[in-house]
């Protein structure tokens, strides 16, 4: 008997044999006295270890959007998996890295038709930081170096990400972050926007903070300006009709670049491929994740626009032009799950699906307005979210209470932001899915109430 396998089965004799895993963005002696384990799932479920079926409300973590164990999408990888698993994309390459990034830029709009891959929303922000640093630099704006992100953002976990982030427990603990960076307020105000379907009317002036940026650091030292479409991880914030046009517009004046993370809106959570197309708004790059291989397997990137591709191709040809990427950039096993995920939403019409179901989803969630406690309901495309009145013990206690309930009483996995209840259902939804949904939301909020 080897020690390894001494090693192994006297950890799963244990019983704390749950005590090795730190799990992230989790309360994990909370979650160790009572878990929330899942070993299974296919479509719109996960299955507990005893069987017991969940709801998936939430696509996993924004990201399965196909819906989960989709048979064309496991074929793809397994096939990949025997045939090649893995092959270098620095100075090599592979067929389907370059497949997948074509099928990926003929969704985009305009001219967004190169793509950078790497393996997380974080590393695709980070990326795409870099990449605007770098382009002022190889055209000879190289003041251009402060990056503006805005309040209650979140674009990954690199230093990048949570330097332009702005959910302030993603920040206190690591210190001074990123040197010049500066914030555009957040979009929200419960009073003026409370109960809003789809985009609030209230709330584009609020891009003309970006004015004030530029007065006071100077257009020529702003490199770029990142911003989710719908803020998802601070409580599903809709972009105010004619914010991001407004962006646009003074990026543009100032040449200033715009980016779109679209790490949770990209892929028809919103109904289109990609929010850009929503709002009518071409940004200079959009990073993307999450829905790409329905969360199969990890994979992400950036999208940028042709003159920022252009810009760098310059030089003897023989030399690297960016210096940057990684390992798994453009892996085997995630390029033919992205492929495969993006013949399925064509091939059912799960973007088309979730803009037609959307004013019913709507009108389903806004159903619990009125229930004690509700203090607002938003919804735009296939998100919605709840937020409750916190309680006495202070933020964050109900939500965690909601998350707890749901997942063991009603049979329902949903994300949680303080006393925010998000969900985002798997685009193939069902209308009949989308009222239990908000049925077993809704007994959850009476529960903790």
Request: glycine share 12%; charged share 20%; proline share 6%.
């Amino acid at each position: 008997m080897s020690v390894a396998y001494d090693i192994d089965a006297s950890a799963a004799a244990s019983p704390n044999d749950l005590e090795a895993f730190w799990m992230g963005f989790t309360a994990n002696r909370a979650f160790k006295r009572r878990p929330r384990m899942v070993s299974r799932a296919k479509d719109m479920h996960y299955f507990t270890p005893e069987g017991r079926p969940i709801l998936d409300g939430s696509a996993g973590l924004w990201c399965a959007n196909a819906g989960h164990n989709r048979q064309p999408i496991v074929e793809a990888i397994q096939r990949q998996a025997a045939e090649m698993d893995f092959a270098p994309t620095f100075q090599f390459g592979h067929p389907l890295a370059f497949r997948a990034a074509s099928r990926i830029a003929e969704l985009a709009p305009g001219d967004l038709d190169h793509v950078f891959f790497c393996n997380s929303g974080s590393e695709a922000g980070d990326t795409a930081l870099k990449i605007a640093l770098a382009y002022h630099a190889v055209r000879g704006q190289g003041t251009r170096t402060r990056l503006i992100g805005r309040e209650r953002g979140y674009h990954g976990v690199g230093f990048g990400g949570i330097s332009v982030g702005g959910i302030s427990p993603n920040r206190r603990f690591f210190g001074s972050l990123l040197p010049g960076v500066d914030h555009l307020p957040h979009t929200y105000d419960r009073e003026k926007q409370a109960f809003s379907k789809g985009e609030p009317e209230w709330g584009a002036e609020r891009a003309d903070a970006l004015e004030n940026l530029v007065a006071l650091h100077d257009a020529q030292t702003i490199a770029a300006v990142i911003v989710e479409p719908m803020a998802g991880s601070t409580g599903g914030l809709p972009a105010p009709k004619g914010y991001l046009k407004r962006l646009r517009e003074i990026c543009d004046k100032y040449g200033i670049l715009l980016i779109f993370d679209e790490v949770i809106t990209g892929f028809g959570r919103l109904g289109t491929p990609f929010a850009a197309e929503r709002y009518g708004v071409i940004p200079d790059m959009i990073t993307f994740a999450k829905g790409v291989t329905s969360g199969a397997v990890p994979m992400g990137g950036v999208i940028a626009r042709k003159g920022i591709y252009d810009t760098f191709m310059n030089g003897p040809d023989h030399v690297i032009e960016l210096f940057h990427g990684y390992t798994y950039s453009g892996h085997p096993l995630a390029c033919a799950a992205a492929i495969a995920t993006l013949d399925v939403y064509r091939d059912e019409g799960l973007f088309e699906r979730a803009k037609a179901l959307e004013p019913t989803f709507a009108d389903a969630a806004m159903s619990l307005k009125g229930k004690p406690g509700v203090l607002d309901i938003r919804t735009v495309g296939l998100v919605a979210a709840f937020d409750m009145a916190p309680k006495a013990e202070g933020p964050g206690k109900r939500g965690y209470e909601a998350m707890e309930h749901a997942f063991h009483e009603e049979g329902l996995m949903f994300r949680v932001t303080g006393d925010t209840i998000a969900v985002s259902p798997p685009l193939i939804i069902s209308e009949a899915q989308v009222g239990e949904l908000v049925e077993k939301i809704g007994r959850t909020i009476d529960a903790v109430m």
